[in-house]
């Protein structure tokens, strides 16, 4: 295992492996996406109080759970990068940025369509909204950190003390609806008792959010190994690799 880890921490071993896997995360990922939609679109029943405008929960709740995952991930990668300085955390950290801002504007957008009918209004300052909102801003400021520093190292260092920082964000959007009183509603997939949503709502969210999941991977992917050919430019083993590619 810890050999597999020291493999996975050089670059060429890196990129080699993610263009393999990358085929294969697109196609998973496409497949997910064509079977959830059809069946939350197609397949589910209307909501009982809502009725079809509820449909708009299988890119809502997906790309909201992935705002958060993904910003997990990038502090993580931060702390490895603050205590360990691996490069590799860097990339990923970096590349896992511009996906996981996409996502958050997809979760506030696709929450003020829904929003609308259901409240009335595009937008209020709700405890989940506002904090989420927040997490908008906290990778934006990530991505312009890391734009504003020239070297590379010392910019994904700084930028990665912004995202160990800011992980604090996640527990507040995740508790917000139970610690206020807020419009958002309470969370139906998580509860520790039971699911507050039938079968057949449930099974095409599930795989909405595996899809997004697999569209990350993919997305990360293809963004790491081309932060990577950039900042190993210089190296044999780049050098080799467009040899190679204009033979």
């Keep these: 295992m810890w050999l597999f880890f ?75 990068v603050l205590i360990w300085r691996m490069k590799l955390a860097e990339v990923m950290a970096v590349a896992s940025a511009p996906i996981g801002a996409g996502f958050t504007f997809l979760s506030l957008a696709s929450g003020s369509l829904w929003g609308k009918p259901m409240w009335g209004a595009w937008w209020v300052w709700d405890a989940r909204l506002t904090s989420q909102l927040i997490l908008l801003f906290l990778y934006l400021g990530f991505m312009a950190l890391y734009s504003a520093i020239e070297d590379r190292r010392i910019a994904a260092r700084a930028a990665s003390l912004l995202a160990v920082v800011g992980v604090i964000n996640i527990p507040i959007i995740h508790f917000s609806v139970k610690w206020w009183n807020t419009l958002h509603q309470g969370p139906t997939v998580t509860r520790l008792d039971a699911p507050a949503i039938d079968l057949s709502m449930l099974i095409p969210l599930l795989l909405m959010f595996l899809a997004f999941k697999f569209y990350y991977a993919t997305a990360v992917l293809i963004r790491a190994r081309h932060e990577l050919l950039l900042r190993e430019r210089a190296t044999a083993w780049v050098r080799k690799l467009l040899e190679r590619a204009g033979a």
């Design 6 to 80: 020291h493999k996975l921490a050089s670059p060429p071993y890196f990129y080699a492996l993610a263009g393999r896997l990358i085929p294969w995360f697109g196609s998973i990922c496409l497949l997910l996406t064509v079977v959830g939609l059809y069946l939350g679109f197609f397949v589910a029943p209307p909501d009982y109080q809502q009725g079809e405008a509820y449909r708009i929960i299988y890119v809502h709740a997906p790309s909201a759970w992935m705002s958060m995952f993904i910003y997990v991930v990038m502090a993580v990668c931060g702390a490895i």
